[in-house]
């Protein structure tokens, strides 16, 4: 299947500081991405939704300027957690999915944010 | 509104059977899928449907009924690396997935 490159793995930052992560494809053009986030033990938050050249799509409650997100070309996307805070701790994963091909969205890794 | 239904847990024996289920309610329907992921890593993807029937893919097989909006997951011999949690998604008109919470499998030896 394809890949989805997903960095860092895992990061700890303090409080107040802004963390990025990257999401690649490294063997098809992703059109879009998306990013979700999950708690232990609970299902996958759909947070927004990046189409390649435009802004992304926030679901309801999620705030688009404490999560920004980038889809500047076909196989990367970029989600800045800026001024982050111990309640933004969570693992954010991406995934990513073919323009023409609506079977499958391929995950990212996905990271462990800790913010202290 | 859109719902995706699942067992929260289940429980099973090494080298048993078990059938997790899903029932779904959504805007439309473009295929389901079962993904499963195991603590502390992102979801892998075990299965797709979009047809009503069954897809069968080596120990796991997946079957879906779009009349009544309802899949299963099944999990033949049963091993201990199984033990996991398994989610049901639905791709919906806008080819959205809508996800249900997941069911935690607990295998004993």
């Known amino acids: 299947g394809a890949v989805v490159s997903q960095h860092p793995s895992w990061v700890i930052c303090k409080s107040g500081t802004s963390v990025k992560i990257e999401c690649r494809s490294l063997d098809f053009q992703a059109t879009t991405m998306f990013w979700y986030r999950q708690f232990p033990k609970q299902s996958l938050m759909l947070m927004a939704t990046s189409n390649e050249g435009s802004k992304a799509t926030y679901e309801q409650g999620v705030e688009k300027d404490k999560f920004l997100i980038n889809h500047a070309s076909l196989t990367l996307s970029t989600l800045t957690v800026t001024s982050a805070h111990p309640e933004d701790s969570s693992f954010y994963i991406c995934?990513?999915?073919?323009?023409?091909?609506?079977?499958?969205?391929?995950f990212g890794q996905g990271t462990r944010l800790t913010v202290v | 509104g859109q719902n995706i239904d699942q067992p929260t847990e289940m429980t099973a024996t090494e080298g048993a059977i078990v059938q997790i289920n899903c029932t779904y309610q959504t805007s439309g329907f473009n295929g389901l899928f079962w993904y499963q992921q195991h603590a502390g890593e992102a979801p892998t993807f075990l299965s797709y449907n979009v047809l009503d029937g069954l897809e069968e893919k080596g120990r796991f097989s997946s079957f879906l009924s779009r009349s009544k909006g309802y899949s299963y997951l099944l999990l033949k011999e049963l091993q201990m690396k199984d033990s996991a949690s398994y989610l049901c998604?639905?791709?919906?008109?806008?080819?959205?997935?809508?996800w249900g919470a997941g069911t935690k499998l607990i295998i004993k030896p």
């Open positions: 995934s990513a999915r073919d323009g023409n091909d609506h079977t499958e969205a391929f």
């Open positions: 998604a639905v791709m919906d008109s806008n080819y959205q997935l809508i």
